[in-house]
């Protein structure tokens, strides 16, 4: 799987939108980026994922480059909920291929 | 987490004692992964299983730890002896059989602390 690189923490104002970025610039064509996020001492939450398109969903839009080399998730109206770490994963599309957690992203949502 | 349940919560053993964690996934799902998260580090995978079968066990230490996912019944991960350094947070995911971009469902997690 391609590695990821994603700054170790980040903050953000209440209610303004948080942008985090993620490099992948090894990433292959059958690859999709995943966002997952954990909050403090709970299990992983998925967020959303993509192969080259941008996506949306309730939770969040995951913007892919062109060249497919980096992408941004974006938290529109980021709450103090929303206090986690980040993690950004390329899976290869093979049945059951595991995912492989980085360092991630701290982000704090500050008051 | 989407119906994966993890039993128990938090588990409390001695060294050299065994510990054994349960995970019951999303039903249908017939994808199970183990995962462990050392204090202050991230999640590492450990094991990847299919209904009675191990597909992947790259990430298991070669001693003391084992895991099933029987037929019938929920998955077991299994520490023989356990000493301080086992002492984590070990979480189960679970996806549905098909579609392997289909995302990961995760537990709460059983925090395991060896005394």
């Known amino acids: 799987d391609a590695k990821t690189t994603q700054p170790p923490s980040m903050d953000c104002a209440e209610g303004r939108a948080a942008n985090l970025p993620c490099n992948h610039s090894t990433i292959s064509g059958n690859e999709y980026v995943y966002w997952y996020r954990q909050i403090h001492s709970q299990g992983p939450q998925y967020i959303i994922h993509?192969?080259?398109n941008n996506e949306t969903n309730e939770m969040a839009s995951l913007i892919i480059t062109e060249d497919r080399k980096s992408s941004t998730l974006i938290l529109p109206h980021a709450t103090l909920r929303d206090t986690a770490v980040y993690y950004c994963i390329v899976r290869r599309e093979t049945s059951g291929s595991r995912l492989t957690f980085g360092e991630g992203t701290q982000l704090t949502v500050n008051p | 987490n989407a119906g994966v349940m993890q039993n128990p919560r938090h588990l409390v053993r001695r060294r050299g004692q065994e510990a054994r964690l349960r995970c019951s996934p999303v039903k249908g799902h017939s994808h199970v992964y183990w995962y462990r998260q050392l204090p202050e580090e991230g999640l590492k995978f450990m094991v990847y299983?299919?209904?009675?079968?191990?597909?992947?066990e790259s990430g298991m230490p070669k001693e003391r730890f084992s895991a099933e996912f029987p037929k019938e019944g929920p998955s077991i991960l299994r520490i023989q002896q356990v000493v301080r350094g086992d002492s984590a947070a070990y979480f189960c995911?679970?996806?549905?059989?098909?579609?392997?971009?289909?995302?990961?469902?995760f537990g709460s997690g059983t925090q395991l602390s060896v005394l």
């Open positions: 995911a679970s996806s549905p059989p098909g579609d392997s971009r289909e995302k990961l469902f």
């Open positions: 993509g192969l080259k």
């Open positions: 299983l299919q209904k009675e079968n191990i597909i992947d």
